[in-house]
């Protein structure tokens, strides 16, 4: 059956070009200029015909969950460059979604299209060694507080599956502790107890493991402890009740898949400890925060060297990677084969390009980049708290500035899943991001912002604006 390339029919407003590469052609038009689409209805109009189209042909009309939760409808994007996106009804954004975090110097920055472009002219994915590779680990060594072996790979979910089967074939041990609120990737083994409903999930010290997703196989569940997280006294009962079984602890160091929280002081330090009286390894995730926070990441800002780290989103300025680092006696047992890694794709030379380069980027001044990237996240921080003042709302921002997370609560502030599961409005933070989007600025539907360097002090001052007019409005 052919591919239906547009709706079988269209109202005047929202003609387009009929085939992909004159959309494609198509120059957006900033929202508000002249023939730009009216507010209301008509502004996303195209998406709505595509997004309809799209749920005949792709399951839900989107390729990640996530996705599904734009409102008023997930959209259609035309081009994306700097901190800007352009939708196919010519609406321009500020975007903070930033890929969910990946865009560390905003979209399609000029540096990485040029290093990419040009290796890529000698080939995409060799299923051989890639010489860049070299280089972009010895970077890595030099920025990052733990010293060690590496091993590229694609995903987020991926290297941290790598990340747990390590753990398990190191230490002989099946189980691994995982807290609530944290989230590692989709597949089985972690889609557990992330954002689990209170009614299900059991007493507060000691969780009850909650799958997010029909199917996820039953034996899972049963190598996973669930914990509550920056609550020490909680890990240290469970440690004391079944630490020699427990092959590793695996966080989010800062938390930014709940909110935006960080850890309370000596937790860390606490997890360690009962990592290293039982024998335990200490595993970060490092997907978000990794090359986000500090060049260092989330180990530079706590002070705390895990035994392994699990990195993805920033590293390569946009383009699919990951990687594992670990300490050296435990990661040469992947060396060595005998806990097994794969992937066809693994540091393709596109992704190894990208990675150089934005590592090279960074490391040409790094105290600088990390300066001005949160100085400007902490004055957005700053000005959104003084339009929730202006404006009486309960609007809260809680971060560091590179990332944060904001959310609608009359708490101080949030210290762990719970705390968000009972005292947020995440019905109230859906209505704002719709609202922002209608004023041209997209956020992520968690509640979870990204900075890049590419976000300007008008487009910050823009931002603030449209907050304090979304607030009002809503
Ligand atoms: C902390 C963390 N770990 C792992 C993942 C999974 O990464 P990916 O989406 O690349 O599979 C994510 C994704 O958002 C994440 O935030």
Redesign the pocket.
Known sequence: MPVKRKAATRTASTAKPSNATKARATKPVAAGAKGAPKAGEAKFARSRELFKQANSLVAGGISSQIRRGELPVPLFFERAQGAYMWDVDGNKYVDYVMA?GPNLFGHAPQFITDAVTEDMKSGYSFAGQFQKELEVAEMVREAVPLKGLVRFAS???EI?QLALRLARGFTGRPKYVKFEGH????VDTVLVSVHPPLGKAGPAKSPTPVPESLGVAPGALQDIIIAPWNDLSALEAIFKKQGMEIACVLM?PIL??TNFIMPKPGYLEGVQALCRKYGSLFVF?E??TGFRVALGGAQEVTGIVPDLATY??ALAGGFPI?MLLGREEIMKLVGDGSVYHGGSFNSNVMSISAAHASLTHIMEDPARFYKDLNGRGLALMDGLRDAARRTESDFHVQGIGSFFGTSFTTKEEITDYRDHARFCDDAKHRRFVQAMLERGVRLATNGRWHMSSAHTDEDIEKTISAAHDALRAI
């Not at 989230?183 to 989709?186: D, E, S, T």
């Open positions: 969910m995903s987020g979910t941290d989230y590692h990737g989709w989010e930014g898949n995730d997907v978000i993805a989103k990951a």
